[in-house]
Structure formats: structure tokens, C-alpha cells
């Protein structure tokens, strides 16, 4: 049997500091260690966090200062701090698998990336969110199909989705063809129908599902945070920015650990790839229970670049033979 302490992280961002969430992150990861994880799992966007203002006014609405400061707290991949995370990743000697806003190194464009590193430090893969949803358009752009990374590890293979991005059937799909054995939900997502949704995504791909959300206080928000009254709508009725709803689920769907709302936790379970084999004896997707012969899926995983540079035309205008 191939048996592994997992771990779910439902923690407090701080918002828009890099290296207060980094910091966090830092001492969760080894906390989680400590007690035996060796696959740990972060929230969605955990560095520097969820830009909630998008929720709190109209769109566009005097934002500017905020979105400015998330390109200054974005993290870009790799740099330092993905070379403190795999370091902590090797220190720790676990699977960490962690949300951050992404930039590249000279753009303004945010991605809402998921990244997955190895307990040797290795960065084995990052996802970018493929659709964002709804007021998320006005920070976030979209991924592509070259970011959906599958990481193998002796536990069973390790991927999965972001927030409603589960929602999508033939993302999960072309996952399930990938053999995922342990899938990763990072989320905001609350409530009972989010859990349902993780319990669905366990009968459908007989795996095992680690949905992962932060809580956050309102009292957690920053005191210095620029225009902090207007950041989130007090006005709600509810004391949390994000409610927590982490939850672990075994590949016949049932709850081993969560759902944890309003406090900050760690949730743990022990997971066995033999459970997931034996669960596709009865139901498996992209096996004996699919019909290739009916349903066909086609995937472009190719990056799509901005720019395309060729070496044959620079080679034409060199040699004079390129036509004005």
C-alpha cells in the first residue's frame, strides 16, 4: 500500500504583502510537516491574496491604486519567491502545491496561478487559471492549455483545477485522461453545493479531492491598507472576507476531514493510492466506462506566445533577400 498524510492549509492571507503571506506560508508548511504531511496544499491566490475589492463596488470604480499595488505584490515565476517556497519545499521534504497572483517579470497582466513544487525544491509545474470568473476578468487574464500540469509523485499522480474552473466537464476530463490520482481544488467557493461539487469530482474521477479555501477576518484586512473602509463591504452583515469551506474527500466521496468554516486550520487525512485503484474496478471515466467510440475530446496544450520570432526571416533580412 502506498500511504500519505495530506494536508489542507485554510489560513489567513495578509492582503496585498507579499512577504507577510510568504512568511505565513512558510511556518504553515512546516507546521503541516511537523505533523507528518507530506503532500501540503494551499488556498487559491494565497500569495499576496484574494484582490476582494472587485466585489466590494462597481467595476473599475477608483481601483487604481489597488490594482497597482497587486502588480507590485504579484509574484513572478521563477524568482525569489518561488526559490524561498522550493527551498521550504526541500527543508520540509513534502509536495506543496500553492496559489499566488502571477506576473511576468515586465508585465501588469495578473494571473491567478497555481504552483506545484517537490520535496526536493524542484518548481515541477504551474497552472494558470484557464476562465476567471466574473468580476475576476477585471484582474485576472486566462491561462492557456500548456499549464495543466500533472506531477508524478509515489502517492499517486497530483493535479487539479481552480475554483470554478471544476465546474468546467472537459477540463476535468482531459484530466482524468492524465491519470490524476489526488486533485487539488484551491478555492474561494462556499457553502454546502461547493462540498457537493468535491464530492461529485471524487465519484466522477475516483479520486481523492482536496478543496482549500483562506478565512480571512475582517479584522485581518491591514490597518494601513490604502482606502480600508472601501475594500470590503462591511455593510454585508458578515464578519469574514473568506469563510473557509476546505474539505478532503476519499474516491467514493465521502468526507474525510472538513468542511472547516470560519477559523483557520489544518486539515489532515491519510490517503492510500490503493483506494483509488480499487474504485475504478467499479467506475472509471476514462476507461472501461467511456465510449471513444461516440465522445472525443481534442485539447490544444500548446503556449500561445505574443510573439513569434523567426529565425529564417531574420536570416532573409540579413542576406538582403527580404522584399521591401
Known amino acids: 500500500m502506498t500511504m500519505v498524510k495530506l494536508a489542507a492549509v485554510q489560513a489567513a492571507y495578509t492582503l496585498m504583502d507579499r512577504e507577510a503571506c510568504l512568511a505565513t506560508a512558510l511556518d504553515l508548511l512546516a507546521k503541516a510537516a511537523a505533523d507528518g504531511a507530506r503532500i501540503v496544499v494551499f488556498p487559491e491566490v494565497f500569495i499576496p491574496g484574494t484582490p476582494i475589492w472587485i466585489d466590494s ?9 489597488w490594482y497597482a499595488h497587486l502588480v507590485d505584490q504579484a509574484v513572478v515565476v521563477p524568482g525569489p519567491v518561488t526559490e524561498t517556497l522550493g527551498t521550504a519545499a526541500r527543508d520540509a521534504g513534502a509536495y506543496v502545491v500553492i496559489g499566488v497572483d502571477e506576473r511576468e517579470p515586465h508585465g501588469t497582466t495578473i494571473y491567478n496561478t497555481t504552483l506545484y513544487f517537490g520535496p526536493d ?14 468580476s475576476e476578468r477585471t484582474v485576472w487574464g486566462m491561462g492557456d492549455g500548456s499549464t495543466l500540469p500533472v506531477v508524478d509523485t509515489p502517492y499517486g499522480r497530483l493535479s487539479g483545477l481552480t475554483c470554478w474552473e471544476n465546474y468546467m466537464p472537459l477540463a476535468r476530463f482531459y484530466l482524468y485522461t492524465r491519470g490524476v490520482d489526488i486533485w487539488t481544488a484551491p478555492t474561494f467557493a462556499s457553502g454546502d453545493g461547493w462540498v457537493a461539487a468535491m464530492r461529485h ?35 454585508q452583515g458578515s464578519e469574514w472576507v473568506e469563510l473557509g469551506n476546505s474539505v478532503i474527500i476519499d474516491p467514493m466521496g465521502q468526507i474525510l476531514a472538513g468542511p472547516a468554516r470560519n477559523e483557520e486550520t489544518i486539515l489532515t487525512a491519510e490517503i492510500d493510492l490503493a483506494v483509488v485503484r480499487a474504485a475504478r474496478r467499479y467506475f472509471d471515466p476514462v476507461g472501461h466506462y467511456h465510449r471513444p467510440d461516440i465522445f472525443q475530446l481534442v485539447v490544444d496544450t500548446r503556449p500561445w506566445p505574443l510573439v513569434v520570432e ?15
Open 201 to 235: 469530482i471524487a465519484l466522477e474521477g475516483r479520486c481523492y479531492v482536496v478543496g482549500v479555501n483562506p478565512c480571512v477576518h475582517i479584522g485581518q484586512i491591514p490597518a494601513d491598507f490604502p482606502d480600508r473602509e472601501r475594500v470590503w463591504r462591511v455593510e
Open 310 to 324: 523567426s529565425a529564417a526571416a531574420d536570416q532573409a533580412t540579413t542576406d538582403g533577400t527580404a522584399k521591401a
Open 57 to 65: 463596488g462597481p467595476i473599475w470604480a477608483g481601483d487604481d491604486q
Open 121 to 134: 525544491g524542484t518548481l515541477l509545474g504551474k497552472h494558470r487559471k484557464l476562465m476567471p470568473t466574473g
